[in-house]
């Protein structure tokens, strides 16, 4: 098959979305800035759902649907907040269309709604009212809810996973009695995306807080999992932030504490989307096609059988049908793709492309010499491998291409983190070789957004693990007693 994909080297942006679109994971849809995710791209990200929604259960959360639609009101109570949405709202303002009698569809200007709905681009205005029905006393918390859904944040500018309108995500909401029971949960919802993003996806990431220019819309405190593309350029994975009492301020959501005074709940809210998928790619895929971490992937091994003969095909599939039997009892997903449409040659091209780890091939000369083809995705080495103990040995393999896929990934994201001491060698450093630039700043925002204006950089994050280090900004030259990472990002 003809894949079509142009190389990294090439046009890393039109590779991104060619790979997309050729592997089958989504496309552009009829709605502008909208995407249709195709069954294949779904299937990862229900892989993603599940492991998450286990883990959050795990942790104590449960889940929770909240409505689509937020009257506007509800955003002018957070100051920060709706400043921080206003621009990328989409806003319900009729509810009825009628036939304008040419047989035209038109809006019933008669039916304007009395107050105009938010299209929810976040859900903490409606939780937080909701939230003040649950909660009386300190025996009513904590509350720890989460939601998978959709949100529309209006995006002018759209990639597909990337940035697109309409996203689909999850976001947890918790109230807390206590102000460190919120930061407590806020740093252990970081530990979570990390140890995913980590273990599931592969994808190295450096836990962080955002600066103040940075911090998520009404937030008193953002902590972010950051991660590195192939290109050079960071992704934010994922993001848990401290609320503070803002929100239960803002909506009075108080209870009695242990104490009897009545006092405001604490906040802490924390999400991952589909923009997962787009660092999924974009860190570990490469020109023919996707790769993907065993753990993650929806097919682990795909079985392509080599025949001539229809009694040649039957062996096959009697040796085939006791291996997958194996392999299911071991929690292997497995694909025996058997068609008769299509050539070996062809199959083998469509699974690379679509990222399957492992690849076994069997033919007649396989099955009289009791061995099969195994053909790895990550390194795409081949070898010659005994049919007997075969089922044990693919699944310690697939545990080996998913450390091999992390640490490949790991050694590209620490052979770019350059520190740097000046400007000139800040801006030499961004424009020839990317990744994260450590470096000194000297905290205000005016700074921050004067290097971003002259380079396009942002405070990725201050690592959690930063350690004290007296210097000076690079920009100012003002005192600085710690360093932070600098990236072009998406």
Known sequence: MSKGITSRGEDYSQWYNDLVVKADLAEHSAVRGCMVIKPYGYAIWERMQAILDKRFKETGHSNAYF????????????ASHVEGFATECAVVTHYRLKNDGTGKIVVDEDAKLEEELIVRPTSETIIWNTYKGWVESYRDLPILVNQWANVVRWEMRTRLFLRTAEFLWQEGHTAHATEKEAIEEAERMLDVYAEFAEGTLAVPVIRGRKTENERFAGALDTYCIEALMQDGKALQAGTSHFLGQNFAKAFDVKFTSKEGKLEHVWATSWGVSTRLMGALIMAHSDDQGLVLPPKLAPIQIVIVPIFRTDEEKQAIDNYVDNL???????????????????????????????????????????????????????????????QEGLSGHVVSLLDEIQEAIYNKARSFRDEHITPVDSYEEFKSVLDTKGGFVSCHWDGTVETEKRVKEETKATIRCIPLDVQEEAGVCIFTGKPSSHRVLFAKAY
């Open 67 to 78: 409505p689509l639609f937020i009257p506007k009101s509800f955003f002018s109570k957070e």
């Open 324 to 386: 997958i039997g194996e392999l299911k009892a071991l929690d292997v997903s497995v694909k025996y793709d058997d068609r008769d449409t299509q050539r070996p040659g062809f199959k083998f091209a469509e699974w690379e492309l679509k990222g399957v780890p492992l690849r076994i091939a069997i033919g007649a000369r396989d099955m009289a010499n009791g061995t099969v083809e195994l053909a790895r995705r990550d390194n795409q080495t081949k070898e010659t491998v005994p």
